[in-house]
């Protein structure tokens, strides 16, 4: 049953109002409602500010670019640790590869790592990874089964934005990897990790529920926001659900069994 999993994202259950009801309520008679009903939320900077601009570099030019093409994980994972090419590793404690199985069929890509992922050197930690985890368990997944990274390898200052500089830099890693672990699907959380990976400049509103490929590989790539902006929004957990749902129906579509 996933109603465990559903409460521990925090998604209220939804009940059916008692027969009797005053005049004002009947409105609302034919319609399921919430146990809880918090005020409408509308999305946060950190998912309705200005998109990012579209990347200049294609998956190609940008693999060339940093000689990554032959690597394997481990040769990958060691040309990250002792990256030096934008100005983050002067202020990065540790750079956060990525972690999990590295044969799954499902790839986890967030924005950037955080003061919790900097000082430990995995990504999606703190409140933010305990609510994708109970995402990934209201899939009927575990953290261990999906692979997760990010869109950059090093945090920026005060969990400010990627530049678009920042995230060129970063991108033949992403890239390599992709084609290293070869998903079924990919699940971009967050508006930054969309834009960058699917090289649109959408909003969230936009390319939710949309169906996107990576690059010319025929990975489906579903959109959805970060865990991060739903601790912000609890109102939106629902929406994210529903995004969730649409993954595993694209999941099962590239012939994957739930």
Same mark, same amino acid.
């Given at each position: 049953?996933?109603?465990?999993?559903?409460?521990?994202?925090?998604?209220?259950?939804?009940?059916?109002?008692?027969?009797?009801?005053?005049?004002?309520?009947?409105?609302?008679?034919?319609? !399921?409602?919430?146990?809880?009903?918090?005020?409408?939320?509308?999305?946060?900077?950190? +998912?309705?500010?200005?998109?990012?601009?579209?990347?200049?570099?294609?998956?190609?030019?940008?693999?060339?670019?940093?000689?990554? !093409?032959?690597?394997?994980?481990?040769?990958? +994972?060691?040309?990250?640790?002792?990256?030096?090419?934008?100005?983050?590793?002067?202020?990065?404690?540790?750079?956060?590869?990525?972690?999990? !199985?590295? $044969?799954?069929?499902?790839? =986890?890509?967030?924005?950037?790592?955080?003061?919790? +992922? !900097?000082?430990?050197?995995?990504?999606?930690?703190?409140?933010?990874?305990?609510?994708?985890?109970?995402?990934?368990?209201?899939?009927?997944?575990?953290?261990?089964?999906?692979?997760?990274? $990010?869109?950059?390898?090093?945090?920026?200052?005060? $969990?400010?934005?990627?530049?678009?500089?920042?995230?060129?830099?970063?991108?033949?890693?992403?890239?390599?990897?992709?084609?290293?672990?070869?998903?079924?699907?990919?699940?971009?959380?967050?508006?930054?990790?969309?834009?960058?990976?699917?090289?649109?400049?959408?909003?969230?509103?936009?390319?939710?529920?949309?169906?996107?490929?990576?690059?010319?590989?025929? =990975?489906?790539?579903?959109?959805?926001?970060?865990?991060?902006?739903?601790?912000?929004?609890?109102?939106?957990?629902?929406?994210?659900?529903?995004?969730?749902?649409?993954?595993?129906?694209?999941?099962? +579509?590239?012939?994957?069994?739930?």
């Amino acid at each position: 049953m996933r109603d465990p999993y559903l409460q521990a994202m925090g998604i209220e259950q939804w009940v059916r109002r008692e027969p009797h009801l005053h005049q004002s309520d009947v409105a609302e008679e034919k319609h !399921d409602v919430p146990v809880k009903v918090l005020p409408a939320v509308a999305e946060s900077s950190a +998912e309705a500010v200005t998109p990012i601009p579209v990347m200049e570099l294609s998956p190609t030019q940008s693999r060339q670019s940093h000689n990554v !093409d032959g690597l394997d994980w481990s040769g990958l +994972e060691s040309r990250v640790s002792e990256c030096r090419i934008c100005d983050l590793h002067a202020t990065r404690t540790h750079t956060v590869f990525g972690m999990g !199985d590295r $044969n799954a069929d499902w790839m =986890i890509i967030g924005e950037a790592p955080g003061a919790d +992922e !900097d000082k430990q050197g995995e990504p999606f930690v703190g409140r933010a990874g305990e609510l994708l985890t109970a995402m990934l368990q209201a899939m009927k997944l575990r953290r261990e089964q999906v692979y997760i990274t $990010n869109i950059l390898k090093c945090r920026p200052p005060q $969990n400010r934005d990627p530049s678009q500089d920042e995230i060129r830099c970063c991108q033949p890693y992403l890239h390599r990897q992709i084609e290293l672990l070869r998903p079924k699907v990919i699940l971009a959380v967050g508006r930054i990790a969309a834009q960058s990976l699917l090289e649109r400049d959408e909003t969230m509103k936009a390319m939710r529920g949309q169906r996107f490929e990576y690059a010319d590989t025929g =990975i489906p790539v579903v959109v959805t926001y970060h865990p991060a902006y739903l601790l912000r929004s609890p109102t939106e957990k629902r929406k994210s659900w529903q995004d969730l749902q649409f993954a595993l129906r694209r999941f099962a +579509e590239q012939g994957g069994r739930s």
